[in-house]
Structures are given as C-alpha cells and as structure tokens.
C-alpha cells in the first residue's frame, strides 16, 4: 500500500489500522511584565520565559509539585493542569510517545501544542513531535502552561492550543559550590531507572548536568523500552552580562505492539489484552542539541539577547505487515538564531515592558522509504523549510491595577520540496506508486493578540484576551498530501500542497486569592479554518472544513493547614465540525469532561509524605469516527499514591500508579468500513515504582 511509504515511524502508528481497512485484510494495527500577571515571580534571564501573557489562562508546576507528584512522567505531571488531555499508543510505563493535548485536538494533538525549553521552540519539522520523556525530570525546574493561542506572536506557528514551556535547573539557581544527586529505582514489567545530576557554582561561573537511563519489557509484547537522556550547561553571569552553552542528547528505542482488534466476534481485549499484532515492529530515535547565547545591559532596563542552536535528530522504523513491509530512515537538522531585545522603562508614567526579536530557523528532512533495511529507497524524500519572523509584544500598566498587552508577528515560511522515485527498488506486491511533483513556495502569515488584566483587590481579578494565531504543514502532513491515486486505483503524483491553518481565539476568566485558597477559571471560544488533518478513507492529508472549540477550565488549590494540601481543576472541551458533511459532530479523541483532584500529606515532616492523586475522563470518539457513528472509547478514572521521605541526604519514595488496576485504553481508531470493529491501544494496569537515593 501506498500509505506505508509515506509516513514517520510515529505518524506510521495512526495510519496502520487504516491502512489495513484500504488494503481490504482484518483490522491489524495501525509575560513578559511579571507585575503585569498575578503568577509567583519569576527569575529568569531569558525574556521570552515569563510568568504569563496578560489576559491569558496560565499554570505553573514547580520543582516540588514535580518531586511530590505521584507521576513517573512529565505527562502525568502536565495531565493534572485542566484542559490537559493524553492519549497514549505504545503503553510505555515512562510516558515514551505520550501525547500532551491542550484544548482537544485529537490525533494532531503535537502538531497544534508548541513546546519550549528555556523559552526556544523545539517543535521538528515532522509529526512526531516533542517526546518529553527524554528531557530529565530532575532538571525541571518548573514548567509554565499558557492555554489559547496568544502565544504565537512570541514564539510563531504550532501555538494553536497553548504552549509549554520547559524551565531547566542552573547551577546558578541551586546556589551551592557543588552538590550531586545520585537516584536509582525499580519497578514492574522488569523496570530499571537511573538518575544522577551535578551542579557547580564558583564566582560568575556556575554549571549543571543531568542524565538518566530507563529500561522496561514494557506492559505488552514488543513493548520494551530502552532510553537515555542527557542534558548539560554551563553559564557565565555579572551584573551587565551572562552567557551560556547548553548540550544535549537522547538515544531510545522503543518496540511498537500496535493495537488489539475488536469485532462482533473477535475481542483481543479481553482474551490476550498485552499480545502484539505487530511483534517485529520498533522504532529508534537518536538527538542531538546545542544552544548558545548572551544576554548583555544595553542600559538600564534594556537587555540584548541573542541566542542560537542546532538540533539533529535520526530516526529509524521498521513495519512489518501481511501485504506490505516497509523501513523508515529521516534525518532532521534545525538551525536558528533569535535576537530580541527585553525594554522595561516607564513611558508617559506608565510601566512598560517591550519585547521585540527576530526568529530564524533553517530546517532540512531526508527521509528514506525502502522495503527493507539495507535496500534501495523507493521514495527518498528531501524538504527544506526556512522561516524568517519579525515580531513586537507590549505591556504597559494603563492603571496601577490595569495591564494591558498587545503584540504582532509577521512570518515568512519557504518550502522546497522534492521525492525521487526509484521503480526499480525493491518493493512489495501489488505497491504501486508515482513519484510526486516538486513543490517550491512562499508564504506570508501574522499572528495578533491583545490582552487585558484588572485587580479589583489584592485578591480578585479579570482577565480577557483575543488572538490570531497559525499553524504550517509539517514535512509528513506534505507527504502525505493526496490523492496519490485515481478513482481506479492507479497512481497519481502529489505535489506535498496543503494549506496553512489558522485560529481565532476569545478567552475571558477571574483569579481569587483569599488566604489559603487560590482559583483560576475561564472560558474560551476557539474556531480554525483549513485545519489540517487525515483522512484513512481517502488515504492522505487535507484541509478540513472550519471547526469550532469551545469550553472552560477551572483550577484551584487549599492549604487546609500547614500539613495538609488539596488541589484539583476540571473542564469542559468540546471539538466540533463547523461546517462540511460532518456539521456538528464532534472531533475525534476528545473527551468533553476532565479533571483531577489531588492531596498531599506531610504525614512527619520531611520524613513521611503522602501524596495522591485522581485523574478522570469522559468519553470520547475514536480516531477515523468523523462520522460519530461507532462505539465511544469509554470513560475512566485513576488513582494514583506515593508515599516518600528524606532522612538527612537520602531520600525515597514508593509509588502505586492505577491503585485499582483499571483496564483502559485512551487511543483507538475506528473502522472505515465496518460498524463495531476497531482497534484499541491497552495501557497498563497496576504500576509499582521503588527509588532512592542520596545526595552529596
């Protein structure tokens, strides 16, 4: 079949099942102004990191909410933020492939989510997405959630739902002249972990570093996990001036189980729930980062940032079916660079904070489709994006209890894009093929936000906001940009041409702090046009028609006393076609109703903590069931608990992760043809994790 030269390892997983409806077989598998938001202070030197964009719905996870949290993955800790859905496809007990979906974008989920570290975009070109099971969670030193998609004027396309951003631990920032921390554990499914770090602080110069490896037989067959993640900096601060260099890298292999099929007559679930229908298949990635930068006092109150990077990643995937094999080989290199200058000075007697840049990023992709390992490519694909984007964003405080924030982006992106077909190469039965048509394009985008915050008392506020935001085709949305066949199934050539999507966002909410009791809650209304997604009935990528999301969140957290600690959110998504065949149903893999509560317990001090928390979610659609005419992948809940300590410099933890070993799924994609098959992703039930370990 055609679809399974065409796609990443990743994308491979969505499109697997359907690939097996169109081959006619069974189911097999497929914000700047800190005073300007009401957030805790932030102290950090990148401009772009800050404690909120005024008027938008903001949430920030610290250090010790990481280190409390019953979660073993940074997806666990980003579930809890409300608005926050997974989805998960392989069943890794360390979130590997996880997917982070901000305000219900289903299987495009990372392609609608941008995801920073230290405040630099690291969204690639492809539809992987960002992995963030290879960034360190001792590393974190908080991580901000700005939901809505305001955050495109700073940080440019992909900031349709919200952005993450990810803040790294310094040297500088713990203080002491050197400390290590040494951890190890494990767990079920022949789990092993381990984590060590060290910092350093002498004079201006300060630098950190943070590795660990993980290794599981993971909870199916052909599940097994083998990673390691590895990131470190060192940085050189005075008053007027500070650089720094940052180095990472990542190595994972990770085996692929695909899905357990569900028919009238056929329930894989129930009778062998962690067999694999694709035993042989896996996909291994390997990363590669450097980041550079200075930040230099121009005067006071203005700040010259300039920083620049390069990341490198491969990938490899092997698919093994009953009518086609297939081998994937993508290298993906990203330069960039991106000076801004941070102004913070009153202007007329008002406070005022401007930040203003430029981004580049230089992106290429060579992608290789062969049979088989080793053979000649059938399709080798070779895309090239560059991006130029000059951008402004202010706030000033019109009032002392009045913010307000605006900001523009303009944005060039051009695409090349060409596919050598190779008829000669060796391939399956029955494939047929034609090489695409070359693609050589400009475009010219903007994105717009305006913001605005009102304190009435040091306890309550409003906020609004309106924004337009966009998002380009990724390099495997333009490979598979179709059709690639003719109504007699006989090949055609595509030209990689799809359409950019655009968002236009209105969000409103209020803020309460009264003593021990904080609230944040809002409602947002959202509607796309051109978003881009896949049809398995047609085989390839289009544009849909517009779409419409709209919903609330609500977060809260109580200090009951000085021991005891609740928190918890929940909210309202709903993901609907606006227009076309599909008016009115909902979008698939979005659930309507979500939430957590959680608690923490210091039982003994430092010495014995509780902590535990209840994520549940409501029904939602399967992946390919536009038409919402199949079965809902159902709604569940679970409990997690950890109970931990530190004694002096050692300190350990035992956690339960699905107290009550719930059997769930939150991926399945539905048959094209048939009513009642599908085929669904199994995670696992109960988890036990053991660690610890020791400082220094």
Known sequence: MILFSRYSPTAKLRLSFAAACLAGTALITPALAQEATSLPPVNVDA???S?????????????????RSPGQTVQDVLATVPGIQLQSLFGGVNGAGTTVDVRGFGAFATANTLILINGRRINDLDLAGVDLSTIPLQSIERIEVTKGNSGAVLYGDNAVGGVINVITKTGASVGKPIQMRVEGGVGSFNSSQGNVSLTTNHGPWSSAAFANAFKSDGYRVNNATDQRNAVGEVRYTTPDFSAFLNLSGDDQHIGLPGGRLVTPLINELATNRRGAATPFDFGDKQGA??????????????????DGGVRHKLQQGSFFGT?????????LTTWSITPRLNIKNDIFGLRSNILTGIDYYDATYDSDRSKAKGLAPIHAYDLSQRTVAGYWQQTIGVLPTTDLSYGARIQNVSISATDRYDPTA??????????????NSSETQHALHIGLEHR??????VFGRAARAFRTPNVDERVAAGPHLDPFFNPIPSNFALKTQ??????????????????????YDMHLKNEIHFNPFLGYNLNLDPTHRYGSETSFSLAVTDTVRLRGGVAYTRAVFEEGQFTGNDVPLVSRVSGNLGATWDVWQKYAVIDANVRFWGARRMDNDQ????????????????????????????SVINVFDTLYYDYAIASQFTSGNYSAYPLPGRVYMLKAGVTF
């Open 426 to 439: 060796p391939t399956q039965p029955f494939y047929a093929s034609a090489q695409d048509a070359p693609l």
């Open 323 to 331: 009518f086609a094999d297939n081998y994937v080989d993508s290298t």
């Open 289 to 306: 980062n450097a980041t550079a930068g200075f930040t230099k006092t121009l005067w006071n109150g203005a700040e010259l940032i300039v």
């Open 51 to 67: 404690g909120g964009i005024v008027g938008a719905s903001t949430s920030v996870i610290t250090a010790e909410d990481i280190a």
């Open 502 to 523: 655009t968002s236009y966002d209105v969000e409103g909410g209020i803020r309460v702090r009264a003593g021990r009791f904080e609230l944040q809650s809002s409602i």
């Open 47 to 49: 401009s772009r990191i």
């Open 627 to 654: 038409r919402n005419n199949q079965a809902l992948i159902p709604a569940n809940a679970t409990l997690d608990l950890k109970l931990s300590g530190q004694y002096d410099r050692f300190f350990w933890s035992a």
């Open 456 to 461: 009435f008392t040091d306890s309550f506020a």
